[in-house]
C-alpha cells in the first residue's frame, strides 16, 4: 500500500463529527471574511504548533536558535501549559506540530507531550535534526505513537551537509533515522510516517537526487524538498538556489532581489491555526520568530479567550485590509515545500 495513502488514512481515521463541524466553520468564516472583507471567524483551530524550546544544538545560519539571535528568552515547554493547551483545545484539534524553534528532544518531557496528545486521537508531528534519535528515543518515539517525524537532512556527505548544518554530524542523522525505522518493524507499529525535509540552498542543490536514492535505501516514507526563508535576501545570498524551481527569491533588472509571491490580502493559517511558544505567547504563525506580534498568552488566559479576542479579531482584519504592511509578512512564501 501507498505510504502516503496509509499516512492520509491514519490523519482521516482522526476525525470526529466535531472536528469535521469545526472544519466547516472555519472554512465559512474564512471565505465570508475574503468575499465582505471583513474580519469574520468562526470556530477553533484545525492545527497548532506547540514549541517544545528554543535551544538548538547545531548552529544553521538562517535560524534564529542556530545563530542565537532570539530577542526572547530561551527555555522548556512546561508539563502545565502543554496540558491546560491539549485539555482546552483537543475536542476540535486534528493536527498538533511539536515544532517551532530550536531541538525538540532536548526538551526531556516531549515525548510525554506526545503520549498524552496521542490519547486525545490528535495527529502528531514533529520535526528535527535526529541528533538525538539514539537506540532508546528511537524505540520511545515509535512507542509515543508519534504520525509524523521530519528529519532534516540537507546533504548526503558531510561536506555538504555541514555547509548549512554548522556543527552537526550526518552520520548521526543516518544512524537515527536507521534506528526510526529499525524500531517501527520491531514493534510492527505504521508510525511514525518519516519524512526525509531537504532545504535546498546553493551549496546542496547538486545532491536532490542522491537524497532521494538515499531515502529509498534506508526506508524513509518520503522526500520532501523545501525552500530556504534568507532574512536579508535584497542584496542577494550564497544560499539562494540557483535552481528557479527551489528559490523563493528573483533577482530584478537592478540587481536587488525580491520576493516571487505576491502579498495578497487574505491568509488561511490566520483562520485555522496558530503558535504558542515554549513560555505560552501566542502569535500568529512560524513567520513570527521573535513574537513580536504577541495575541495573547496561556499563563494567563484560556485559549479561547485569546483566539477569540479583540487582539486576534484586530490582527486579522488588518491583514485583510494591508497585509503588505505587517512586517513577518513580508518574506512570507506560502507553500515553502516541493514535494518529492
Given at each position: 500500500?501507498?505510504?502516503?495513502?496509509?499516512?492520509?488514512?491514519?490523519?482521516?481515521?482522526?476525525?470526529?463529527l466535531?472536528?469535521?463541524?469545526?472544519m466547516?466553520?472555519?472554512?465559512?468564516?474564512?471565505?465570508?471574511?475574503?468575499?465582505?472583507?471583513?474580519?469574520?471567524?468562526?470556530?477553533m483551530?484545525?492545527?497548532?504548533?506547540?514549541?517544545?524550546?528554543?535551544?538548538?544544538?547545531?548552529?544553521?545560519?538562517?535560524?534564529?536558535?542556530?545563530?542565537?539571535?532570539?530577542?526572547?528568552?530561551?527555555?522548556?515547554?512546561?508539563?502545565?501549559?502543554?496540558?491546560?493547551?491539549?485539555?482546552?483545545l483537543?475536542?476540535?484539534?486534528?493536527?498538533?506540530?511539536?515544532?517551532?524553534?530550536?531541538?525538540?528532544?532536548?526538551?526531556?518531557?516531549?515525548?510525554?507531550h506526545?503520549?498524552?496528545?496521542?490519547?486525545?486521537?490528535?495527529?502528531?508531528?514533529?520535526?528535527?535534526?535526529?541528533?538525538?534519535l539514539?537506540?532508546?528515543n528511537?524505540?520511545?518515539?515509535?512507542?509515543?505513537?508519534?504520525?509524523?517525524?521530519?528529519?532534516?537532512?540537507?546533504?548526503?556527505?558531510?561536506?555538504?551537509?555541514e555547509?548549512?548544518?554548522?556543527?552537526?554530524?550526518?552520520?548521526?542523522v543516518?544512524?537515527?533515522?536507521?534506528?526510526?525505522?529499525?524500531?517501527?518493524?520491531?514493534?510492527k507499529?505504521?508510525?511514525?510516517?518519516?519524512?526525509?525535509?531537504?532545504?535546498?540552498?546553493?551549496?546542496?542543490?547538486?545532491?536532490?537526487?542522491?537524497?532521494?536514492?538515499?531515502?529509498?535505501a534506508?526506508?524513509?516514507?518520503?522526500?520532501?524538498?523545501?525552500t530556504?526563508q534568507?532574512?536579508?535576501?535584497?542584496?542577494?545570498?550564497?544560499?539562494?538556489?540557483?535552481?528557479?524551481?527551489?528559490?523563493?527569491y528573483?533577482?530584478?533588472?537592478n540587481?536587488?532581489?525580491?520576493?516571487?509571491?505576491?502579498?495578497?490580502?487574505?491568509?488561511?493559517?490566520?483562520?485555522?491555526?496558530c503558535?504558542?511558544?515554549?513560555?505560552?505567547?501566542?502569535?500568529?504563525?512560524?513567520?513570527?520568530?521573535?513574537?513580536?506580534?504577541?495575541?495573547?498568552?496561556?499563563?494567563?488566559?484560556?485559549?479561547?479567550?485569546?483566539?477569540?479576542?479583540?487582539?486576534?479579531?484586530?490582527?486579522r482584519?488588518?491583514?485583510?485590509?494591508?497585509?503588505?504592511?505587517?512586517?513577518?509578512?513580508?518574506?512570507?512564501?506560502?507553500?515553502t515545500?516541493?514535494?518529492?
Amino acid at each position: 500500500m501507498n505510504r502516503n495513502f496509509t499516512d492520509g488514512m491514519n490523519y482521516a481515521s482522526k476525525l470526529t463529527l466535531l472536528r469535521l463541524w469545526n472544519m466547516f466553520q472555519l472554512v465559512g468564516s474564512y471565505w465570508l471574511s475574503k468575499i465582505t472583507k471583513r474580519a469574520n471567524h468562526s470556530g477553533m483551530p484545525i492545527s497548532i504548533s506547540l514549541e517544545p524550546t528554543t535551544s538548538c544544538n547545531l548552529r544553521c545560519p538562517e535560524c534564529p536558535s542556530g545563530i542565537r539571535s532570539f530577542s526572547r528568552d530561551t527555555g522548556m515547554l512546561t508539563d502545565e501549559i502543554f496540558q491546560k493547551t491539549i485539555d482546552e483545545l483537543a475536542p476540535r484539534l486534528t493536527y498538533l506540530i511539536f515544532y517551532f524553534q530550536g531541538e525538540p528532544y532536548l526538551n526531556t518531557s516531549f515525548l510525554n507531550h506526545v503520549k498524552y496528545a496521542s490519547t486525545k486521537k490528535i495527529y502528531t508531528a514533529t520535526s528535527t535534526n535526529a541528533h538525538y534519535l539514539h537506540d532508546k528515543n528511537a524505540k520511545a518515539t515509535v512507542e509515543s505513537g508519534l504520525d509524523r517525524l521530519i528529519i532534516s537532512i540537507d546533504g548526503t556527505t558531510q561536506e555538504t551537509y555541514e555547509q548549512y548544518r554548522i556543527g552537526g554530524k550526518l552520520k548521526k542523522v543516518i544512524e537515527g533515522t536507521k534506528n526510526i525505522i529499525r524500531w517501527k518493524k520491531e514493534l510492527k507499529s505504521k508510525t511514525p510516517h518519516v519524512i526525509f525535509q531537504y532545504l535546498v540552498v546553493k551549496p546542496n542543490q547538486h545532491q536532490l537526487d542522491d537524497v532521494q536514492k538515499l531515502a529509498t535505501a534506508l526506508g524513509v516514507d518520503e522526500v520532501a524538498f523545501k525552500t530556504a526563508q534568507i532574512y536579508d535576501y535584497e542584496n542577494g545570498s550564497e544560499l539562494i538556489p540557483t535552481i528557479e524551481k527551489y528559490a523563493r527569491y528573483r533577482q530584478k533588472a537592478n540587481g536587488k532581489w525580491e520576493i516571487k509571491n505576491r502579498l495578497l490580502n487574505h491568509c488561511w493559517k490566520m483562520w485555522h491555526s496558530c503558535v504558542i511558544t515554549w513560555d505560552g505567547k501566542v502569535v500568529p504563525c512560524c513567520f513570527d520568530k521573535d513574537a513580536h506580534y504577541q495575541l495573547g498568552s496561556m499563563q494567563a488566559q484560556s485559549f479561547q479567550q485569546v483566539w477569540k479576542g479583540k487582539a486576534y479579531q484586530s490582527f486579522r482584519q488588518s491583514l485583510i485590509k494591508s497585509r503588505s504592511e505587517i512586517e513577518m509578512c513580508k518574506n512570507c512564501s506560502e507553500g515553502t515545500r516541493v514535494w518529492a
